[in-house]
Nanobody, 123 residues
Framework: QAQVVESGGGLVQAGGSLRLSCTVT????????MGWFRQAPGKERDFVAA??????YYADSVKGRFTISRDNAKNTLYLQMNSLKPEDTAVYYC??????????????????WGQGTQVTVSS
C-alpha cells in the first residue's frame, strides 16, 4: 500500500552535484529503513546507500562523495551526490522497508520500491 516516488535526477557534468529526493506515502510511522540503489544499462541493481534509525551505510564506490539523510516529518529521503563521475550514471531507485544483508553487505531491501530517476554524468 505504500507509494515511493523519486525525483531530482538529471544531466550533470563530471565533478558536479545532484540531490535526489524520495517521498513515501501510505505508510504509518517512521520505524523502517530507507535506501538507494542504482542500475546502469546492462548491469544488475547495486546498493548505494541506506539509513536505519541513526545509522547510515554506503557502498565503497560512493563513500565520501554521497550523503544519505532522512526528514521524518516530511517522510522524505535524500541522497546528496557530490563529485559525480561518469560511472555514477544509472537509474537510481529508492526503497522503504527492511534491509537485506548477505554476510556484511547490504544486497537489497524488502518492501516498497519507487519507479526510478535517471542520473546521467557527462565526461
Amino acid at each position: 500500500q505504500a507509494q515511493v516516488v523519486e525525483s531530482g535526477g538529471g544531466l550533470v557534468q563530471a565533478g558536479g552535484s545532484l540531490r535526489l529526493s524520495c517521498t513515501v506515502t501510505g505508510r504509518t510511522g517512521t520505524n523502517y529503513a530507507m535506501g538507494w540503489f542504482r542500475q546502469a544499462p546492462g548491469k544488475e541493481r547495486d546498493f548505494v546507500a541506506a539509513i536505519n534509525w541513526g545509522t547510515t551505510y554506503y557502498a565503497d564506490s560512493v563513500k565520501g562523495r554521497f550523503t544519505i539523510s532522512r526528514d521524518n516529518a516530511k517522510n522524505t529521503l535524500y541522497l546528496q551526490m557530490n563529485s559525480l563521475k561518469p560511472e555514477d550514471t544509472a537509474v537510481y531507485y529508492c526503497a522503504a522497508g527492511d534491509l537485506v544483508w548477505e554476510r556484511r553487505s547490504i544486497v537489497t531491501m524488502e518492501g516498497s520500491w519507487g519507479q526510478g530517476t535517471q542520473v546521467t554524468v557527462s565526461s
